[in-house]
């Protein structure tokens, strides 16, 4: 436990420096899959933040996009790679998305099989990363980012533990940045306050969510939102009751 909390705080100190550092050239984001081998080449290693967004397809209801967590991570991502940009000298190196994940919402009701929900063994994604991490790790990186919001403890776990393999095989970087951010939603107004509470405890395809992809891609919400019965628990067991049901 004291390794890991040393290695969570090790890992916030890093972001500061990197997003507050500044040297004297111009910076730009690119996307790898558009790239050549020449035009990878000549990359700063030493100033290249290479940003992984992903997204596990799971079931998010009759209203939402199975891809809901993915459209919220490449947003993210992609506001993460400008800011790595603004900074003088730095580069950002976007992937493509990665739709893997593990451990879909609609195990809470112990539903291991459901329309939508197509996820991959915890040991596959961290294998992924670890993958990925080898690659870049063996061509110079240093520094990655991945953008791959998810609730489920495990599926995080996994990310954090590939994170660790690639600091102590390389020496650089690959920080889950979600796994940063242990509360998430923690500050709203008064009236988004009231909407939540209403909404109970919303830990999926709720009204954060729902808020988030009507911003977003309001076309891929589906339209009898707007009958929406009420389903929500204010606790755990009232969710998985819930679950159950449907």
């Not at 000549?42 to 596990?56: E, K, M």
């Not at 799971?58 to 209203?63: F, I, L, N, V």
């Not at 580069?91 to 919402?105: D, K």
């Not at 061509?139 to 690639?166: S, T």
């Amino acid at each position: 436990m004291h390794d890991t909390w040393r290695r969570a705080q090790d890992t916030s100190l890093v972001l500061i420096t990197l997003l507050s550092a500044a040297a004297p050239a111009t910076a730009q984001v690119y996307r790898v899959a558009a790239l050549n081998t020449e035009q990878i080449r000549t990359l700063d290693r030493a100033r290249t933040v290479v940003v992984i967004p992903a997204g596990i397809l799971e079931e998010h209801g009759p209203y939402l996009p199975s891809y809901t967590d993915g459209y919220g991570n490449e947003r993210v991502a992609q506001s993460v790679a400008e800011a790595v940009a603004a900074r003088p000298g730095w580069t950002a190196l976007v992937f493509p998305s990665i739709p893997l994940g593990t451990g879909g919402a609609n195990e809470i009701g112990r539903k291991y099989v459901f329309p939508g929900t197509y996820t991959v063994r915890s040991t596959t994604l961290r294998s992924v990363f670890m993958d990925l991490g080898d690659e870049l790790g063996e061509q110079g990186f240093r520094w990655i980012f991945v953008v791959h919001g998810h609730g489920a403890p495990n599926h995080n776990r996994m990310l954090d533990q590939a994170g660790d393999y690639f600091h102590d095989t390389y020496g650089g970087w690959m920080v889950h940045l979600a796994g940063l951010l242990p509360v998430s939603f923690a500050s709203v107004s008064a009236t988004a306050a009231d909407a939540l509470r209403e909404d109970g405890l919303g830990v999926h395809a709720g009204a954060v969510e729902t808020s988030m992809m009507l911003f977003l891609l309001p076309g891929l919400v589906s339209p009898s939102l707007k009958e929406a019965g009420v389903h929500s628990g204010a606790d755990w067991s009232a969710l998985v009751r819930i679950a159950r049901a449907h």
